[in-house]
Every structure is written in C-alpha cells, then in structure tokens.
C-alpha cells in the first residue's frame, strides 16, 4: 500500500483538480487508514479488509488482498458528490492502482517465493524486510 505522503499529495492534487473542498476530501482519503496508523484508541475496530472494501485477487504467484471498487461504488453511489465520500474512493483507487503496478512489474522475490523488495523504474533496487518498509 502506498505510504501517507502518496495519499495526502494525491488527495491534495485531486481535490483541486475535481473542485471540492480539500479539507474534506483528504479527510476521506485517510479514513480507511486512519484507526491503523493514526489513531491508536478507536472505540470500535474496523478491520482492514472492511475498511478497504478487500477481495482477493492473484497476481502472479501471490493472492493480493486489493479494495474492490465496484463494490464501493455500489454502496456510496449516491453520495459520491460528498468529498469525503469521494476522498475515500480516491484512497481505495491509490491502493488498488499502486499495489497492482508494484506486484505485477516491481516485486521482487527470492527462490523461495519471499517478497525482498522493489524494482523501481531508474533501475534502482530497494530490499525491504517486511511489506510496511515499502511504504515509507
């Protein structure tokens, strides 16, 4: 998943461009994360295939947990003028979008089918020891 300052520049360049309060729409853009990693004492956990809305879907030799966006759609279609509703919409389509592009054309993975890292587009290699690293 993409990290926090993927999200809320995103969001930011999104939220002129659409016309909506920005304020708002990136308030929506961190809600699906916002009990994980910013606020520690949620009264009610909301698991993280629910917040993401998450399905399955094999990528290569990996089964990949991805927010299904038609199923977001379905549900909140009638509030997509809403920028917080639209903001939450346009994390799940980061997420969605980044981690299918870093799984199908940048993972990198030893013999053993273990994920040790990134290819970027410059050549450059980053080895990461667990998923989280390739957020930062």
């Keep these: 998943m993409p990290g926090w300052i993927v999200h809320i520049d995103i969001a930011t360049k999104l939220s002129k461009k659409l016309k909506v309060d920005k304020d708002k729409f990136v308030i929506g853009n961190v809600m699906p994360d916002a009990e994980k990693w910013v606020v520690n004492d949620f009264s009610v956990f909301v698991p993280g295939d ?6 399955v879907e094999k990528i290569g030799n990996f089964s990949l947990r991805l927010p299904n966006i038609k199923n977001y759609i379905s ?5 997509l003028n809403n920028p917080i509703v639209l ?3 346009s994390h799940l389509l980061t997420d969605y979008y980044f ?3 870093t799984y199908t054309h940048h993972l990198l993975v030893d013999d053993a089918g273990n994920r040790i890292g990134v290819s970027l587009k410059n050549r450059r290699t980053i080895y990461c020891k667990t998923r989280r690293n390739y957020k930062n």
């Design 50 to 55: 629910i917040s993401h809305f998450a399905q």
């Design 75 to 79: 549900l909140y279609k009638n509030k």
């Design 87 to 89: 903001g939450y919409l």
């Design 99 to 101: 981690n299918k592009e």
